[in-house]
């Protein structure tokens, strides 16, 4: 049961992955088949295109590395990818990834190789002070209420120096019934058979991102919200240099 979908109105069904009490394995098991779903779809790309923007646009601190935080950073695999990134540009960064759920810590940690340095924190995002150069997530936004959306703009407009990037789904019936079948075909994990279409279903559309950006006092003109094929909706902000 996924609790249905509706183009015009924002499921509010539960994830099985926000149940705290689910074990570790399992927990892992779900963020493994996660990063197989990202992956799949191109899911990095459009973090990457940001900071290869900030990159073009010559934003990086020219005295220290890049501090870059993802939150709801769950496997660590962007994290990871930019570390690999940041190594073959020849960018010094500084990462870290928070989550609210401590196996996430345990289990990116341990997918980690030791050449690569990044921090894992547990914290609920609205509990922490953290700071960073840029702020990043992915698939997290559409784990929040309605009315938590803006606070979290609020947030990392705060904890971020220099900008942020949130890389989500649309939500479309294309995507949904999609997912739901390629997740059985290509079984993955229950979690994920699950919580892909219950998300897509949970996700903020276009309307929902541009309340959520005035609600904390930015234009239109100082975000943008963009599609980026073939699942995804990502909402940037550059701060003025
Ligand atoms: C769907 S997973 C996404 C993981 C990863 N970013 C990815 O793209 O595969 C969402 C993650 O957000 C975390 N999360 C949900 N609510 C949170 C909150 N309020 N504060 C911090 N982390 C949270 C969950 O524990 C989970 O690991």
Redesign the pocket.
């Given at each position: 049961m996924t609790g249905g979908f509706s183009i015009g109105a924002r499921s509010q069904a539960p994830?099985l992955?926000?149940n705290h009490s689910v074990d570790y394995e399992t927990f892992r098991g779900c963020?493994v088949d996660?990063?197989r779903v990202?992956a799949m779809t191109l899911?990095y790309r459009p973090t990457l295109a940001f900071l290869e923007r900030l990159l073009r646009e010559r934003r990086l601190p020219p005295d220290r590395p890049l501090s870059v935080l993802?939150?709801?950073?769950?496997?660590g695999?962007?994290l990871r990818l930019i570390a690999r990134w940041a190594r073959r540009r020849g960018v010094p960064v500084a990462l870290a990834g928070?989550?609210?759920?401590p196996w996430?810590a345990r289990a990116a940690a341990e997918a980690t190789p030791a050449d690569l340095a990044v921090s894992w924190v547990t914290?609920?995002?609205?509990e922490s002070r953290a700071r960073a150069d840029v702020v990043l997530?992915?698939?997290?936004t559409h784990?929040?209420g309605d009315r938590e959306l803006a606070r979290f703009l609020a947030w990392s407009e705060e904890a971020a120096g220099v900008g942020w990037f949130v890389?989500d789904l649309r939500r479309s019936r294309f995507s949904h019934d999609g997912f739901a079948l390629a997740s059985r075909l290509l079984r993955m994990h229950r979690f994920v058979r699950h919580?892909g279409p219950v998300?897509i279903a949970r996700a903020f559309v276009e309307k929902d991102w541009r309340a959520a950006l005035a609600a904390v006092g930015l234009a239109e003109r100082d975000a943008e919200i963009r599609r980026w094929f073939p699942f995804r909706l990502c909402v940037s902000r550059v701060k003025p240099g």
């Amino acid at each position: 049961m996924t609790g249905g979908f509706s183009i015009g109105a924002r499921s509010q069904a539960p994830e099985l992955m926000d149940n705290h009490s689910v074990d570790y394995e399992t927990f892992r098991g779900c963020l493994v088949d996660l990063a197989r779903v990202n992956a799949m779809t191109l899911a990095y790309r459009p973090t990457l295109a940001f900071l290869e923007r900030l990159l073009r646009e010559r934003r990086l601190p020219p005295d220290r590395p890049l501090s870059v935080l993802d939150v709801g950073s769950g496997y660590g695999d962007m994290l990871r990818l930019i570390a690999r990134w940041a190594r073959r540009r020849g960018v010094p960064v500084a990462l870290a990834g928070l989550d609210g759920n401590p196996w996430s810590a345990r289990a990116a940690a341990e997918a980690t190789p030791a050449d690569l340095a990044v921090s894992w924190v547990t914290s609920d995002v609205f509990e922490s002070r953290a700071r960073a150069d840029v702020v990043l997530s992915s698939l997290f936004t559409h784990h929040l209420g309605d009315r938590e959306l803006a606070r979290f703009l609020a947030w990392s407009e705060e904890a971020a120096g220099v900008g942020w990037f949130v890389n989500d789904l649309r939500r479309s019936r294309f995507s949904h019934d999609g997912f739901a079948l390629a997740s059985r075909l290509l079984r993955m994990h229950r979690f994920v058979r699950h919580d892909g279409p219950v998300s897509i279903a949970r996700a903020f559309v276009e309307k929902d991102w541009r309340a959520a950006l005035a609600a904390v006092g930015l234009a239109e003109r100082d975000a943008e919200i963009r599609r980026w094929f073939p699942f995804r909706l990502c909402v940037s902000r550059v701060k003025p240099g």
